[in-house]
């Protein structure tokens, strides 16, 4: 026993420790010597220099103060952005107390020091000792101050210090308690072991991943509980020192623990139980090998101490009280260790014991936690805590040798802790202090052995600076032992800045006491004696002479007294005590000394280097031995515990400092990634704000839309509102019109003076009736309609409500306005050089190579109840008013501006003559968009409406116009140039349009007129109604103005239309080319005309005469009339000014060619006088011309002529094509003002709003050049001897064929549907008993083959032929046919009238009748084939019942041509007389009813179809007994009479007749209704239901039975009085003659020049139209004709008898042509 007496010198054990740290420090802090480099301390050259690490700051310049000893260095707050990073912090272990007023933050690897406030200033105290013997550097030898670093300013984010909140532990209780859930399951499992899911491939990641979360954890928990150490520290005091456990980061002490007990639990279950390698795992965690067995055994040590913690602690409340934790691990209270964590320990060493060197580093660091939790053990049995006295004389005990060995390491773990705080906080102020070396020398010279007593009454000291200093424990024998002085420097040791000051007791009895006060960071006293037991003289004390303590020769310390031994009754107890508590661990021990031997015995040595474990035998004790006593004893040696402090202590240090180091990089990597995460964070933050910025600009932008949706809903409505008002004030109008008309309820009321529109004249009826006044005819005033026909005529005239004769406007002074000469003179030098600048480009909407993209490209994607809305302006005749066009998915909206300036100073008589100020249009009216020019600007677009009227929008830029180009629906520009309709279309510039249209070729072969193309050049060219300033032009043709008689066969009377109009006279000629070449300036290009041929001023003087020109003119002047002697007036002098003045150049307009009342001043305004006293009326027409209607006639006569055909090529070239523009127009004397010409100026680019203004006047006030569709000469027009070669041929003869029907009964009604592209050309008949037929139509029949047919000549053409038979035989077999029933229906030859020239057998027409046959083929080659039902008499009545339609027909209806209409495809016929009031539609094909259509309250008597193409809509009107016209819609794809609803409904009901209506006609093109009834005039309605005016004549012109409208607006009507009467639709009757028979029917050609009559004398005669002089008369017919038909080429004509036969006339009106009765 007294081998193995225990003893310790503290100070080698002290030392030792600290050295080991040094060394492990010192690697660690190798990186850190670059950024902060310390220089060497000068020493007194008599003084031994030492390289000792001064912590020293070089703030400033001057000299530091001392106080207490201490240099002190003052830093302000100017020195607060110092940065340290984790190394220096872990290195820096110097332990001095702050102030509590500053911040306390976590390690970070970079982190701002917090500044202090400016008042304070904090000192940091930084001792210079030396670290093996302690000497004082001397004071008079200054050291060399360093720098640091002072590395990055601030850092990237601003993280707070890491704690583990309140959520961090509930997330890492959620994850712990799902992991254990998962292991649970596994454990619960029926037929599987633990291990065999641990091992399992498919659970390798799940393990893995585990691992890797306990071991990020562990050493992380262990030092948020305080630490292993003071832990370690804690179990081995003797009173039980838990408070000196400092939880750090937040989490309380018991929380941690529980944490730490679960990550064991599962490291049970995943490290000890598997078989997994960990290096892959330790290879990505960047941890050295075995690093995972490390922390597991760092985590198994910290549960078993906390388990000896919790066996102390007894029933005591606190945080390792049981009932603190949902299950105690403790089982045995009594035993060191428990089971379970022996077994751990166990398992951590031989989990791996392959790796040698890694198990024998765990083995050593095991074996010394073990023996020190032995010794203290074993102190505690042989005097237990409770029991010792403050200042008791205890003997000594090997037993306090296990708090000596903690001591240093505890103090080191809370100087860690304090250092950590101090770092976080960001001191700012640093001591340098140099103290006086405590030297301890030691008197005696015989002493037996220096132990540690450490007891409860122990002092505390507390050095200068505050830190907490371990007190000198001395024995009770009062002998001082001062050891070397520890001071560990920047690297860091056990104890830094610390005074250890240890006692060697002497063999002296007695106890000295040197009380040191020892503060801890909470301020809490800790008394603490550390005794030393002296020898037996007890006096002496021993200097060690500036030795090593291992050094020393240990025999001076044994004791030479005997240790008192204890009694057998307490030995026993003691015993069995250790037994008891020792017995689990011993074993272990014993293992792992035997297993590991060949190591150990090499490193745990004794103080000479000796072995002792082999060669000391003391393996004999740990294989052999049992007794526990015995191994305890061993272990408590004093060489065996300086063995065990020096070096497995190491080991055991060095696995405490990885863990801290772990920790601190754990917490680096929180930090880190708290830096990544608030950069991803803020990234995130800015992301969100920026979508936070966007989502508000969004909702602004909505919010926007929103506003101006709503904006847009109230302009809507408020334009519904308008619009309605407008609507109503017509209906009123109209209404009044009605009643107030003529043919009216209220006609006989109406006054003079008494506007027919005003509801007060409504109102008033009642007491004009009370006051019985004399009726008087209201003053009708009338307008120009804006309805256009296929031509774009604009013919017809309508009521005109604002109507007046301007009696206000007096005559405007002649020297109110000179006559300019050159628009040139008044313009000023400052526009044109604004001009100058702002020069346009001609860009188009569509590029050439982007005609051939697909038309859905353009298409949009359109949503919302408005599509879209943009600012426009209205262009009207006269107006430019700006305002807002709206576009829904079905409608076009435009809602005028009426608070914008151009509508405040508009006129208000002109804006009244405007439709369309709050206009609405469908999508289904559109038929057509064209983009247009305004003001030279390619901005506008025009839109072509099925009401034949057209609508002009001006837009801010082109891609506007695209966008509503794109909005509206793709009609492109109609149907009828050939070009399809895409979208495309409309985006096409006029010279696109005209190369992608087939119009030129159509003109070149004669298949339009010359007036249809010049309309046709002037639309694409963008000459339109809508705005003067470029209305369509036409040249002037006729040159002759003076004769009686104008002669269209001399050239002579014909224009040179390759010349301009201001080149026809020579001598005008040579002047302008004479001010062209000499023209000079600098802006302004040279021109040779000054003025244009088309202006606004132009074309309201030439239409001054008609509202609502004469409005619009008024307003151009102020609402005055000009001067007479500018007035159109003359034609005459309207054509020599053009020709005489150098400043009327202008051309013709389209009214001179088809409006006759332009010339008439119908309205009587009072225009003035000329200067000879003329008064200024109708226009002065030329001799040639008696009406103006003649003019009109032969103006067109003299356009469509041979001479201007041939040249009007020429006259394009100069308008329109290659001359227009460049030096072809130079020399074709055709140069213009700059300011006409496309792209000379861009007004949009002038910001001046005056000059602006000044510009766009310049434009309107010089004309506008129409674009330019030909950069090539136009081709010339074919001849027609080149087309038509047989035109000029002799004629073939007049009856090409007869056909007879076995009814005999009269052929009331022809359809000829004859067109080639039916898939069944046909001609369809009806006779007056209900029996139709279906008649082949031949289109290939080109006329008669054989020489037999050969035409007879023609005779005069008003001589008479003999009569046709219906019943004749075929001239080519000469044979007699019996027609069916046996009556004879031929001879050889045609009965004779007696005067009339006979007609031979070889002239007679073939005639095709029924036939016994049933495939009868005719062998001659005819026209018109009889219908196959009737064509055999064989047929069953079945069969002739399919062409009959029935009984039903009322006995009070004569059969007529006007109670029938066939479709245009002869599929059905629509038949008018029934009794019911209906009329009926049948098919052809069946003869069934399709549909009855009711409507009339009277029979239906007559019907009338509209010109329709094929396969397209129609209109279908009705008149019957009831005095009121219906108007139907047909249509087409359903095959049947439509209306609002199920039910036909008519589109408009026409009223003002007062008897049975007797016929009716309709025209669609015109818009036009002519109705007759029986004694009653002829009324004109329009299709919209508005009565225009009636067609009266002679009293004896009424009850008109035939009737027919042509397409010119020429009214045909035939009496029974046998007059036949020309009306024009205005109303004009032309001519009237009374004819030698009853006329039945009537038709006239598709130009209107010539009209065919037929009647009960069987005579078809032609007439020219307009004279209705006979120009040929057809051979008679053996009976009347009741109804007649046209072929579609106009080269047949088919007339139907009253015999019951169908007879084909050859006919061509080529031959009464007046140029060719002319030439040939």
């Known amino acids: 026993m007294a081998e193995t007496e225990p003893g310790l010198n503290v100070a080698d054990g002290m030392e030792t420790l600290s050295k080991e740290l040094e060394n492990v420090y010192v690697t660690a802090n190798d990186s850190k010597q670059s950024e902060a480099e310390f220089e060497d301390v000068n020493m007194d050259e008599d003084t031994q220099e030492y390289n000792n690490e001064i912590h020293v700051i070089n703030v400033d310049d001057k000299p530091g103060k001392f106080v207490n000893g201490k240099k002190v260095i003052e830093v302000t707050k100017d020195f607060m952005d110092i940065t340290t990073s984790d190394g220096e912090s872990e290195a820096n272990t110097t332990g001095d107390n702050l102030d509590e007023t500053i911040d306390h933050t976590d390690t970070a690897p970079t982190r701002e020091m917090q500044g202090l406030p400016e008042h304070k200033k904090k000192k940091i105290e930084i001792e210079t000792t030396d670290e093996r013997y302690g000497s004082e550097v001397k004071k008079g030898k200054e050291a060399k101050r360093q720098t640091f670093s002072p590395g990055p300013a601030r850092p990237p984010f601003r993280i707070p210090e890491f704690r583990w909140s309140y959520i961090h532990q509930r997330l890492l209780a959620d994850i712990l308690f799902s992991l254990e859930t998962d292991i649970q399951v596994w454990r619960a499992h029926s037929t599987k072991s633990v291990l065999d899911f641990v091992n399992s491939t498919e659970n390798n990641i799940f393990v893995v991943n585990t691992v890797h979360l306990i071991s990020q954890l562990t050493d992380n928990l262990i030092i948020a509980c305080g630490g292993l150490l003071p832990l370690l520290a804690s179990a081995t005091s003797p009173n039980n020192d838990v408070d000196v456990l400092e939880p750090t980061q937040g989490m309380p002490l018991e929380v941690s623990l529980s944490f730490l007990q679960r990550l064991l639990n599962m490291a049970d279950v995943l490290v000890f139980a598997s078989s997994l390698n960990f290096a892959e795992l330790e290879a990505e965690k960047n941890m050295s090998s075995g690093g995972i067995l490390r922390q597991s055994l760092r985590l198994v040590s910290t549960c078993a101490v906390r388990n000896c913690l919790e066996c102390k602690g007894g029933g005591k409340s606190g945080p390792f009280n049981p009932r603190s934790l949902m299950e105690s691990p403790v089982k045995d209270p009594e035993k060191l260790l428990q089971d379970m964590d022996v077994n751990r320990l166990r398992a951590v060493i031989y989990r791996d014991v392959e790796e040698t060197k890694q198990a024998q580093f765990l083995s050593l660091a095991v074996v010394y936690f073990i023996s020190v939790l032995m010794v203290s053990k074993y102190r505690d049995i042989l005097e237990p805590p409770g029991k010792l006295k403050k200042s008791s004389n205890s003997a000594s005990s090997t037993a306090h040798s296990s708090q000596s060995h903690l001591s240093g390491l505890k103090q080191e773990d809370e100087t860690d802790a304090r250092n950590t705080s101090m770092e976080s906080g960001g001191s700012a102020v640093m001591q340098e202090t140099n103290e006086e070396e405590i030297a301890s020398t030691m008197n005696s010279e015989n002493y037996e052995a220096a132990t540690i007593d450490i007891s409860d009454g122990n002092h505390v000291s507390k050095s200068s600076d505050g830190e907490t200093l371990p007190g000198v424990v001395q024995s009770e024998h009062h002998a001082n032992y001062h050891g070397p002085e520890q001071s560990h420097g920047h690297h860091g040791g056990p104890v830094h800045g610390q005074h250890i000051n240890v006692g060697l007791a002497n063999n002296d009895p007695k106890v000295v006491q040197h009380p040191i006060p020892v503060v801890d960071s909470r301020g809490d006293r800790i008394h603490q004696d550390i005794s030393v037991l002296g020898d037996a003289a007890g006096q002496s004390q021993y200097n060690l002479g500036g030795k090593r303590p291992d050094e020393l020769d240990i025999n001076k310390f044994a004791h030479n007294r005997p240790i008192p031994v204890p009694t057998p009754n307490r030995e026993a107890q003691l015993t069995q005590k250790l037994e008891q508590a020792l017995g689990s661990v011993c074993p272990l021990l014993r293992e792992i000394m035997t297993d590991f031997s060949p190591f150990l015995s090499k490193t745990l040595v004794g103080s000479h280097g000796q072995d002792l474990l082999i060669e000391g035998k003391a393996i004999n004790t740990f294989k052999s031995s049992t007794s526990v006593v015995e191994l305890v004893m061993l272990l408590c040696s004093q060489e065996w515990q300086n063995s065990l402090q020096k070096h497995a202590g190491l080991a055991f240090i060095e696995l405490i400092n990885e863990g801290r180091l772990l920790s601190h990089a754990m917490k680096d990597h929180i930090v880190r990634v ?23 600009t969004s909702c602004l932008s909505s919010l926007t839309d929103r506003q101006e949706e709503e904006k847009m809903c109230d302009h809507l409505i408020s334009a519904a509102r308008r619009r309605d008002a407008v609507l109503a004030g017509r209906l009123v109008d109209k209404l009044c019109s009605i009643l107030h008309n003529p043919h009216g309820a209220w006609s006989s009321l109406s006054t003079p003076g008494s506007s027919p529109t005003s509801l007060q004249s409504i109102r008033s009826v009642p007491r004009m009736v009370e006051e019985k006044k004399p009726p008087r005819s209201p003053v009708q005033y009338w307008k120009l309609d804006v309805w256009e026909d296929d031509a774009r005529r604009r013919k017809r005239f309508v009521r005109n409500t604002l109507g007046s004769s301007h009696s206000e406007a007096t005559l405007k002074a002649p020297m109110d306005q000179g ?19 702002a020069k346009g480009q001609n860009q188009d909407l569509i590029e050439d190579a982007d005609l051939l993209l697909e038309d859905r490209e353009l298409d949009l994607d359109l949503q919302g109840p408005v599509n879209m809305s943009t600012p426009a302006i209205l262009v009207s005749p006269g107006l430019s008013l700006p305002g807002t066009v709206s576009i829904t998915s079905s409608e076009l909206y435009f809602e005028v501006n009426e608070d914008s300036p151009e509508f405040e100073k508009a006129d208000s008589l002109v804006l009244r003559y405007c439709d369309h100020l709050h206009g609405k249009w469908f999508f289904s009216e559109i038929r057509a968009i064209f983009s247009r020019r305004y003001l030279l600007n390619n901005t506008a677009v025009e839109l072509f409406l099925a009401s034949r009227t057209s609508i002009m929008f001006s837009f801010p830029d082109q891609n506007t116009v695209k966008k509503v180009i794109k909005a509206l629906p793709r009609v492109g520009v109609g149907i009828k140039y050939g070009i399809p309709q895409t979208r495309r279309a409309s985006m096409m510039s006029p010279r696109q349009l005209y190369r992608a249209s087939n119009m030129t070729q159509k003109w070149q072969r004669r298949e339009i007129s010359n007036f249809e193309y010049l309309m046709f050049l002037n639309t694409i060219a963008g000459r339109t109604y809508n705005d003067l300033n470029q209305y369509p032009v036409f040249p002037w043709i006729i040159t002759n103005y003076d004769c009686r008689e104008l002669d269209l066969s001399s050239p002579n009377n014909f224009r040179d239309l390759s010349k301009p109009i201001g080149a026809l006279n020579q001598s005008r000629r040579d002047y302008f080319e004479s001010r062209y070449e000499s023209w000079e300036h600098d802006q302004i290009p040279a021109f040779h005309y000054g003025t244009h041929y088309s202006t606004s001023a132009f074309t309201l003087n030439w239409l001054i005469r008609i509202e609502p020109f004469t409005s619009l003119f008024l307003a151009m002047q102020g609402g005055k009339f000009d001067h007479p002697n500018r007035l159109f007036s003359s034609i005459k002098s309207s054509w020599n000014n053009c020709q005489r003045d150098t400043s009327d150049v202008k051309e013709l307009i389209p009214e001179f060619f088809y409006l006759s009342e332009m010339f008439v001043n119908t309205n009587n305004y009072k225009l003035g006088q000329l200067d000879d006293g003329l008064t200024v009326n109708d226009v002065e027409l030329p001799p040639w011309a008696s009406s103006p209607e003649e003019f009109v006639r032969i103006n067109r006569q003299a356009l469509e002529c041979e001479f201007v055909s041939c040249q009007l090529h020429q006259w394009v070239d100069l308008i329109f094509g290659y001359k227009q523009r460049g030096p072809e127009a130079v020399r074709a004397t055709n140069v213009f003002y700059y300011l006409t010409y496309e792209g000379s100026v861009d007004p949009e680019s002038i910001q001046d709003p005056v000059m602006k203004e000044a510009v766009e006047n310049q434009i309107r006030n010089f004309g506008q050049t129409p674009s330019q569709l030909l950069l090539e000469p136009h081709p010339p027009r074919s001849s027609a001897m080149h087309l038509s070669p047989m035109m000029f041929n002799s004629s073939p003869e007049d009856v090409c064929m007869v056909m007879k029907f076995l009814s005999n009964s009269p052929i009331v009604h022809i359809t000829a549907n004859t067109f080639p592209q039916l898939p069944l050309p046909s001609v369809l008949t009806v006779s007056a008993a209900h029996q139709f037929a279906v008649n082949r139509w031949n289109p290939a029949y080109t006329g008669p083959t054989s020489s037999s047919q050969a035409p007879v000549a023609a005779s005069t053409p008003a001589t008479k032929r003999g009569p046709v038979s219906g019943s004749g035989t075929p001239a080519a077999s000469g044979k007699a046919t019996t027609s069916a029933g046996g009556a004879s229906t031929s001879t050889g030859k045609p009965s004779m009238s007696g005067s009339q020239p006979s007609m031979s057998s070889q002239g007679q027409a073939p005639t095709q009748s029924p036939s016994y046959a049933e495939n009868h083929t005719s062998a001659v080659n005819l026209p018109l084939s009889m219908d196959p039902v009737l064509a055999v008499v064989t047929n069953t009545t079945g069969q002739m019942a399919r062409r009959h339609l029935g009984e039903d027909f009322s006995q009070k209806i004569r059969m007529s041509p006007n109670c029938f209409v066939a479709t245009v495809d002869s599929r059905f016929i629509i038949a008018a007389g029934f009794w019911d009031n209906s009329f009926r539609i049948f098919s052809a094909e069946t003869a069934k009813i399709t549909q009855i259509v009711f409507g009339h309250y009277g029979v239906v008597t007559c019907l009338a179809r509209s010109e329709c193409n094929i396969s397209s809509d129609c209109y279908i009107v009705s008149g019957s007994e009831d005095c009121t016209v219906l108007l139907w819609h047909w249509n087409a794809r359903t095959q049947s009479i439509v209306g609002e ?81 020309l009306y024009t639709v205005n109303g004009k009757l032309l001519r009237c003659e009374m004819h030698s028979d009853s006329i039945n029917s009537i038709l006239v050609s598709r130009d209107g020049e010539y009209v065919v009559t037929a009647g009960e004398k069987g005579i078809i005669e032609v007439w020219r139209t307009f004279h209705l002089t006979l120009l040929y008369a057809f051979p008679g017919c053996e009976s009347s004709v009741r109804s007649l038909a046209l072929s579609h080429d106009q080269k047949f004509l088919m007339a139907g008898l009253a015999t019951g036969s169908v007879v084909v006339f050859n006919i061509d009106f080529n031959r009464w042509h007046h140029e060719f009765q002319q030439r040939y």
Request: charged letters at 20%; aromatic letters at 4%; glycine letters at 6%.
């Open 674 to 696: 708290a830096n990544e995460a608030e950069f991803i964070l803020n990234r995130m933050r800015a992301d969100d704000v920026l979508k936070h910025a966007e989502f508000e």
């Open 1541 to 1621: 609803g199920e039910t036909p409904t008519p589109r408009a009901i026409l009223t003002g007749h007062e008897n049975t209506i007797s016929c009716v006609s309709i025209s669609a093109e015109l818009g036009l209704v002519v109705s007759g009834s029986v004694y009653g005039p002829l009324l004109v309605h329009t299709t919209f239901g508005d009565l225009l005016r009636s067609l009266s004549g002679p009293a004896d012109l009424h009850s008109a039975t035939c009737l027919w409208l042509s397409r010119e607006g020429v009214v045909m009507a035939c009496y029974p009085s046998h007059h036949l009467a």
């Open 819 to 837: 006559n300019n000469e050159d628009a040139i003179q008044s313009a000023e030098d400052t526009i044109h050089s604004v001009l100058s600048q």
